[in-house]
């Protein structure tokens, strides 16, 4: 099936249009900036822009960076905080005319990573982590998603909240070199492991492509890979979410 896939994040908004049979994008990614504030109303017209741009008439399913429980966006941290108890779902199809699908954007790309990525046929424990403006988490196991786990919001040893200490938005504020960033990664993914035991750990987002540079700080036991789809996991997840709810599975 041929779905819109859309990754809002907290200063993007990335989309593709995915044949959900194969996770293969069908058109080329395009990128506009997220809107600041970031209130439904922006994000809304910004989904239009971009449903002009593909000339996309059917379904789209949206990874946002919120647990999302049943449609409904449950927190905020890095979008306006008029998202919180919004029928997310709902409200953007209303305001596009387009059937929307919405989902935690970590969890989205922890699907795409599960069917056809990294975590393919891992029937174990695996722990997604996306890094960008926050920290995302998504956990399977068996195969099976436990859904908006917000694991980036842990507040590790040394008192600091864990997305504000180790996030790309982070490194790139503080100007961190790769080994003093995959330091502080290292100190997240260490209390994760020591939390979960995951047989596997899948990092996501921008920082995906680089993770030679940082994995030499890297100590955990579960090893570490990247996400196959790189920074595309979460458009794909998005269209996989969507075609999931469509077919009432
Ligand atoms: C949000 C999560 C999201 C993550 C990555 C966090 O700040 O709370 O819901 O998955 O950022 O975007």
Redesign the pocket.
């Known amino acids: 099936m041929e779905i819109l896939g859309i990754d809002v ?2 200063t993007g908004i990335k989309s593709a249009i995915v044949e959900t049979a194969t996770g293969e994008l069908l058109d080329e990614k395009h990128r506009i900036a997220t809107p600041r504030p970031a209130t439904p109303r922006a994000v809304a017209e910004a989904l239009k822009s971009l449903l002009e741009h593909h000339r996309w008439k059917g379904p789209a399913g949206v990874g946002f ?3 999302i429980q049943h449609g409904v966006a449950r ?1 905020a ?2 979008v306006d905080k008029a998202f919180i108890g919004l029928p997310v779902s709902e409200y953007f199809s209303r305001e596009t005319g387009r059937r929307f699908f919405a989902v ?3 969890d989205a790309a922890g699907l795409a990573e599960m069917r056809f990525g990294a975590g393919k046929e891992n029937a174990g424990v695996v722990l997604i982590v ?1 890094i ?5 988490t998504a956990l399977f196991s068996g195969g099976h998603l436990l859904p908006n786990t ?1 694991l ?2 842990v507040l590790l040893e040394n008192g600091q909240e864990a ?1 504000r200490y180790a996030s790309e938005a982070v490194r790139v504020n503080r100007n961190l070199k790769w080994k003093e960033w995959g330091e502080r990664l290292n100190l997240y993914l260490r209390a994760m492991e020591n939390l979960l035991w995951p047989d596997l750990i899948v990092l996501g987002g921008g920082v995906s492509d680089k993770l030679h540079k940082f994995s030499p700080a890297l100590t955990t036991q579960a090893p570490v890979v990247a996400a196959r789809f790189l920074n595309r996991a979460g458009i794909v997840g998005a269209a996989l979410f969507a075609e999931e709810a469509l077919r009432g599975i």
Do not use: Y
């Open positions: 994040g907290g960076p919120a647990a927190t941290a890095n935690n954007d970590a996306t960008g403006t926050g920290l995302g917000e980036g919001h997305e």
